[in-house]
Every structure is written in structure tokens, then in C-alpha cells.
């Protein structure tokens, strides 16, 4: 049986020259917990599998310079592009995100009957294009079956040719070499892959990059890591989504459940990363492991902040003019609201793509900053480019690049009832292995609100029970214990088949258990077993967490 990768996006800061530096390595960055709902800073891909049919939609998030922007990606065909939706990604994220939250209760000893016995209330919460084929290299290089214009995006893919004679085309194209790429694309050669080559095109700048669609009609999910170790961090963040009609799991990996008891549940999971990367080691999984951080019906994702809901291309007139006004009433373009940034005007935009339709279509005039220009453009109607400006191809630009992908983004969402959203950190030497991804409907769904309760008791000690119920006694100080190494990341490490029993390579829970209990005894024997028909009061804390994202995704078709 013989395995073609569909998709490997390649670090693009490393591939376009001249170099540029990157504190994380490229695109492929995380940069763990922060404060914040939901860390923008990286890169996701989101997976849709029905039947052959599979969409990859990959988000790509850069700091750099437009102009040394590009990747590589290869292909077993030539499959079809087009826009993706930012906004879907940000509520996918948003919609997603694991919280770990504290509930603290106190006992009332007192008689419950009695005024004094009377729960305390509390309710103060905590912490919380255009396309075209042909016109390739003849003559032992590689041949252009197709250059196309897909948003910001210039794609170019190409066929045939050695590994070597691609290399020399990135070069010649204004790409830059990666050590190690020469090998590796020569392994795909020998699978018979075309390449896409992806860069921004000319005057797009990084505020324009949104999120690539590749559409497949056959495939397994999947994404391709062995080229990606030649650029990759140490522990780099790897996440991807799936909407389908029930859960999604590792088919190639492992599939890891964390120790709870490792969560700092007291400073709202503030470690979670750390023990995502430490469960994902255990050595049960080999380091191939993923966590699922939550499986559950796709309806948590509001699908109507995918586009404005005045959003409409039929009230765009001829009159650019009265087409700036009509932006700004249907809410994406705030022009009205200008202020002065560092002595120039500035517009606000709402979705991504409009700056870059606007400059396409109304370019600034030489000599005059374009928010002026847009904001003010009845001043300057004999400066504007008849030559660029055209209404009805305007308008079907603004559908294609704007209003179909909120539409298409949409609908997939309400023909998905199901989404998963998965974890694993992996370094270099651990990337040998593409995971894969199938479908697994009868398991259980995971919780994106995991809220565990510390319970003060009548003596004033205290103890943490989990959401699980498990309960682990804190110190007199209210702390929880560091355990030492004897205490395992990961709960249990599995083999999860797409039908059948699933196979437990791992469980840990006794050994768990057992520390828990050692600990528990040290720190209140007098609470062993603990039991209390206390009435109690309960103040809520729910905080938001997130880790960084992941800057590859791919499909995979299966030979016989």
C-alpha cells in the first residue's frame, strides 16, 4: 500500500530570498499560553473529508516582508484553489479554545434549617482569480501546467523536471534554496508530485494574506512533517481541525488522554502546554501522540460572524464614489471614522482582502497616501484611474475574494454537525512520521469547558476535586503539590482504529492513583476517606486559555 502526500506547506520564510530572520524558525511557530482568548500568532489547518472530497483550508499568519513570502507545496495533481475566510478561522478558534476554570466552594456546618446555616451567595467571577495553463519550461525543466491568481496569491504548479531543475526554477523565480529541501523533493519526484509554488503578488502587502483553500477528490487527512523537521523548533505546536459527522482521531498516531492531576487547575492551566508536550512523550506513544482538546457539535461556532450581515455586492453602483459610501454603510470599510496616525489617514477594514481590492481597483495617485485618497475620494475624482476602475468586474471580485468564502464557510459549518480540534507538540527528530487522521463516530465528545471545585472545609483545610471527581488535598498554604517525575504526564496512550476495539497501550491511572492517594494521606489522614453532608456556597472561575497554532496541513490519498 503506497501513501502520496497532497499537501506539505514548507516554512515560507525560509523559502523566499533573501532570508529573512525569524526568532521562531520560519512560519512554524508557537508561542504557548497567554492571557488572551484565543493566540493568533501562528498558523492552523482545517480539514473537511466527505467521501473522496477533501478540503484543506490553511490559515497562514507572518510577520516579515511581503516580498519574501512564499511556499512550496506538493502535489499528486493539480487540484483547485481558492479563497479561504479569516473570519471562519477566527471563531473557529474562538469557539474552541480549551478553558479551565475554578469553582470554589465553603462548607456550612451549621444547621441548614437555621438562618446562620443559610448557603452564602456569591456572585463575583475570577480570573478569567484569474487563471492560466501552459507557457512551461521545455527542455529537461520543470513545465508550468498552471499559473493562477487566487486572492493575494499567485500560484504557479509545476510538473515534471528533476528535484535539482525545481530547485534551480524556486531560484530563478526569486525563491530561496533550503538546506536539506534537495533530498526531500527528490523523494517526492520518485512519488510522482507536480509542485505549487505560492507567493503574494506585487503590491500585496502581509495584511493581505488570508487563508488558502486546496480542494481534492480523494484523500485521507493528513499532515506531512518530514520535510518540515528541516526548518522545524524545538516542541512545535501542531493543531488541526475537522469538521465531519462525528469525532475525528489520530490514524497514524496515537491518541494520548493527559493526567489531570498534572493541570494547575489553581492558576487556570496555566501548564497545560507543558503537559501536552510531556503526555505526548510518554513512552507508550513513541512521541506520536495528539491530544484532542475538544470534540462536540459544530453549532458552537457562530456562523453569521463569518460575514457582515449588510455585506452585499448588488447595492455596489458604476460611481466609485458611491461605491466607497456603500463600503462604509455596509459596515467593511470605516473610512468615515479616519483619524490621524503618525500624520497620515487611516481606514479601518473588516475583512482582510478589501485593502487589497481597493488598491486594484482605485490605486492612490502618485504622491497622495491612499486612506486619504479613499476617504476623500469625491475631492479627487479627476485623479482616479479610469483605467483600473471597473464597476462589474469590481463587483465580482469583491463576491469572489469576499462574500462566497464567508458563504462557503457557512455552509459547511451547517452540513458538519461535528468538529474536532487536536494537539501535539513535536521536535525535529521526532518527525518522522506523517500523522494521518480518520473518523471515529461512537466515541465520546471532550468538553471545551474542563472546571474542577476547591472545596474549603469546616476545619479550614482545603481540597481540589476534579472534574472526574478525584480529589487531591492542597497544602495549608492552598497550594497543590509539584509532583516529581515519578508521576505520569499522560493518563492513557491508545491505538484507535477506525472500527473495531481500540487498543490500550498505556494506562497509567493506577500508578496515578496511588500518588494521589500518598500525598492525600501525608497532607489530611484525618479526611481519608473524605465525606461531609455540608450544604456549601460557590464562587465560579472560568478563564480563557490558548496555545499557538500550527503552520502545515495536508491530505493524503491511499493506493492498494
Known amino acids: 500500500m503506497r501513501h502520496l502526500p497532497l499537501l506539505l506547506l514548507l516554512p ?239 490514524r497514524t498516531y496515537r491518541h494520548v488522554e493527559v493526567n489531570p492531576y498534572r493541570i494547575d487547575w489553581l492558576n487556570s492551566g496555566s501548564n497545560y502546554r507543558e503537559v501536552v508536550i510531556n503526555a505526548a512523550d510518554d513512552p507508550a506513544s513513541g512521541g506520536h501522540g495528539f491530544v484532542t482538546e475538544y470534540a462536540g457539535f459544530s453549532d458552537v461556532i457562530r456562523t453569521g460572524a463569518f460575514r457582515g450581515f449588510a455585506w452585499t455586492d448588488t447595492t455596489l453602483g458604476a460611481d466609485p464614489v458611491d461605491v466607497i459610501r456603500e463600503l462604509e454603510n455596509q459596515g467593511i470599510l470605516s473610512c468615515n471614522l479616519a483619524v490621524a496616525v503618525d500624520g497620515a489617514a487611516t481606514c479601518g477594514t473588516s475583512h482582510p482582502l478589501l485593502r487589497g481590492l481597493l488598491r486594484d481597483f482605485l490605486p492612490a495617485p502618485a504622491g497622495l497616501d491612499e486612506y486619504t485618497f479613499w476617504n476623500n475620494l469625491g475631492m479627487y475624482t479627476d485623479r482616479i484611474d479610469q483605467a483600473r476602475w471597473d464597476a462589474d468586474t469590481f463587483r465580482a471580485a469583491y463576491r469572489s475574494r469576499i462574500l462566497a468564502p464567508a458563504d462557503h464557510a457557512r455552509d459547511l459549518v451547517q452540513q458538519h454537525p461535528y468538529l474536532t480540534r487536536m494537539l501535539t507538540f513535536l521536535s525535529p527528530d521526532e518527525m518522522t512520521v506523517d500523522p494521518e487522521f480518520h473518523e471515529r463516530a461512537d466515541l465520546p465528545q471532550v468538553q471545551q469547558v474542563r472546571t474542577a471545585t476547591v472545596r474549603t472545609r469546616c476545619d479550614g483545610s482545603q481540597v481540589l476535586v476534579m472534574p472526574d471527581g478525584r480529589e487531591l488535598e492542597l497544602d495549608s498554604a492552598g497550594a497543590a503539590p509539584v509532583f516529581g517525575a515519578d508521576m505520569p504526564w499522560a493518563e492513557k496512550v491508545q491505538d484507535i482504529p477506525e472500527s473495531g476495539s481500540i487498543t490500550t497501550l498505556a494506562d497509567n491511572s493506577s500508578s496515578i492513583n496511588a500518588k494521589a492517594l500518598e500525598w492525600n494521606r501525608t497532607t489530611a489522614p484525618d479526611h481519608h476517606p473524605a465525606a461531609c453532608g455540608c450544604h456549601s456556597s460557590s464562587n465560579t472561575e472560568l478563564p480563557w486559555m490558548a496555545l499557538g497554532l500550527v503552520a502545515l496541513g495536508a491530505l493524503r490519498r491511499r493506493r492498494g
Open 12 to 250: 515560507a520564510v525560509l523559502l523566499v530570498r533573501p532570508q529573512a530572520a525569524h526568532a521562531c524558525g520560519g512560519t512554524f511557530c508557537d508561542t504557548g499560553p497567554t492571557t488572551m482568548p484565543v493566540d493568533q500568532t501562528g498558523e492552523n489547518i482545517l480539514f473537511i473529508k466527505d467521501g473522496p472530497a477533501v478540503e484543506a483550508h490553511i490559515q497562514i499568519q507572518y510577520q516579515g516582508e511581503a516580498a519574501r513570502f512564499a511556499w512550496v507545496i506538493p502535489l499528486p495533481g493539480v487540484p483547485e484553489f481558492s479563497v479561504g475566510s479569516q473570519l471562519l478561522f477566527d471563531e473557529l478558534l474562538r469557539a474552541s479554545v480549551p478553558q479551565y476554570g475554578l469553582t470554589r466552594t465553603s462548607d456550612m456546618c451549621g444547621d441548614p434549617a437555621s438562618p446562620f446555616g443559610a448557603p452564602r451567595a456569591s456572585s463575583e467571577a475570577g480570573g478569567t482569480g484569474s487563471s492560466s495553463s501552459g507557457g512551461g519550461q521545455a527542455n529537461n525543466g520543470p513545465t508550468v501546467v498552471l499559473r493562477e491568481t487566487v486572492g493575494s496569491f499567485d500560484v504557479t504548479v509545476l510538473e515534471g523536471g528533476t528535484a535539482a531543475q525545481v530547485l534551480t526554477w524556486l531560484a530563478d523565480n526569486n525563491y530561496a534554496q533550503l538546506p536539506g529541501a534537495l533530498a526531500i523533493i527528490e523523494q517526492y519526484k520518485q512519488e510522482n508530485n507536480l509542485f505549487a509554488a505560492v507567493k503574494l503578488t506585487g503590491g500585496a502587502g502581509v495584511e493581505e494574506i488570508h487563508p488558502l483553500v486546496l480542494r481534492y477528490n480523494f484523500g485521507f487527512p493528513c499532515v506531512p512533517l518530514r520535510l518540515t523537521a528541516v526548518a522545524a523548533t524545538s516542541n512545535m505546536g501542531v493543531r488541526t481541525f475537522f469538521l465531519g459527522s462525528g469525532r475525528t482521531v489520530p
